[in-house]
């Protein structure tokens, strides 16, 4: 069939053609839970329940697509990635039960037990052991997926596979360049201006954000999720489930540690009520958990299943681990200030009331997004833990 956009009634239809779940004779009605002009997102339900989601790519302009060319393969790339990953941590990954090239539309499960990673915090239903969850998830992802497991061909072939040059070239933009000039697309107050303006005049910075611009440009160390963000983790009591995974690619493993970072961060920093001594609490430990989690499974499988023999090299991967370490904080930094004053605010910060503690918000956070970045060659993990809680 080729491409159009899905109505209600065709994404009922979709669901129910490439599943078995909802039987013969179920009546069926459809809701549309989004449409953003980038993607709409039916769920699809039978009278008995059960209930499917169908995702499509959209052709229409959109906020994104006003700056950026995107083409419809970006459905296909998230398709893998969610696929590729599952093999490797199944429990963590939505699952993707068809991909429709021609129509760029996936059918996912439907996880509406669930509520996103950031709705959870701001509603005080605080998940057990995310760090737990997300440092295995990005450990296990991130070594499978790299040199220390694939031989050069196999690893060059998928890095051929998830190519995703349009939304690398966002990332490249949004992260590395934007904030650092007075471009258009910063979204900044008056109130600001002093503070960012000493930020486009920091030389030493900017050699620095030019150091992980390069990486991300050149350092394809595993297959990353690329927006982990905790608006991209769905979370009950039970389980963590990552989702839209379009911006997919080979890139450096400390841009997706480090967003996730910055993301646990921006709501840490971002607590208003009076209930937010115990959230940040819960928050910083989680900072923790999840670092010390990832560095210790990624250890494990460097110690365990490494197959290249010159990889296998203990000083070498005492090494590898430390640069992961500050990889992850020069992006987390990254991503902490163009949350900040970049395009696409962070809605932690957009759904902020109070003026003045906004301002003060903004403020903690370009100031230690910089100190990330600068400090990343010496800082430790308390020495982010102590930063963070000030």
């Known amino acids: 069939m080729p491409y159009h956009v899905l109505t209600p009634k065709e994404a009922a239809l979709f669901a129910d053609k490439y ?11 459809t809701e549309l839970l989004k449409n953003d002009g980038l993607n709409q997102v039916f769920r699809v339900k039978n009278n008995r329940g059960t209930s499917l989601i169908v995702k499509q790519a959209l052709p229409e302009p959109s906020d994104l697509t006003q700056h950026w060319l995107v083409s419809l393969d970006r459905a296909k790339i998230e398709a893998d990635v969610l696929k590729h990953h ?32 950031r709705d959870a915090i701001r509603t005080g239903v605080l998940p057990q052991d995310t760090g737990l969850h997300l440092g295995r998830y990005l450990a296990n992802t991130s070594f499978y997926s790299s040199d220390f497991v694939l031989t050069g061909p196999v690893k060059k072939s998928r890095q051929l596979q998830f190519n995703n040059p349009e939304l690398c070239l966002v990332l490249e933009d949004l992260v590395f360049t934007d904030p650092y000039c007075n471009h258009e697309r910063n979204s900044l107050s008056l ?8 930020l486009w005049r920091n030389e030493a910075l900017q050699a620095e954000v030019a150091q992980l611009k390069a990486g991300f440009l050149t350092k394809p160390q ?24 379009e911006f997919g690619c080979y890139g450096p493993i400390g841009f997706d540690t480090g967003t996730f970072l910055a993301s646990v961060i921006l709501n840490l920093l971002t607590q208003e009520q009076t209930e937010a001594s115990s959230r940040r609490h819960y928050l910083l430990s989680q900072i923790e958990v999840f670092w010390h989690e ?23 991967q005492d090494w590898y681990l430390q640069q992961l370490w500050q990889d992850t904080l020069g992006y987390a930094g990254c991503e902490l200030i163009r949350r900040t004053i970049g ?16 301002q003060q918000a903004q403020q903690q956070i370009l100031a230690l997004g910089q100190s990330l970045i600068t400090e990343r060659k010496h800082m430790t993990l308390q020495d982010l833990l102590s930063k963070t809680a000030e």
């Not at 109130?191 to 000493?198: F, G, K, S």
């Open 19 to 29: 599943s078995d779940l909802f039987g013969d004779h179920s009546q069926l009605t």
């Open 191 to 198: 109130a600001q201006l002093p503070q960012v303006r000493d």
């Open 294 to 316: 990832f560095s210790t499974v990624f250890s494990n499988l460097m110690q365990k299943q490494t197959t290249d023999q010159s990889f296998q090299n203990e000083s070498y």
């Open 343 to 358: 395009w696409a605010a962070a809605e932690e910060l957009t759904q902020l009331k109070d003026g003045p503690f906004k």
């Open 86 to 117: 599952a093999k490797v941590c199944p429990d963590y990954l939505v699952e993707v039960l068809f991909y429709d090239a021609e129509l760029c539309a996936l059918l996912l499960e439907d996880l509406s037990d669930c509520m996103s990673l």
């Open 222 to 245: 595993a297959l990353l999720h690329g927006d982990l963000q905790c608006g991209n983790v769905l979370v009950n009591h039970q389980q963590h489930k990552i989702i839209g995974a």
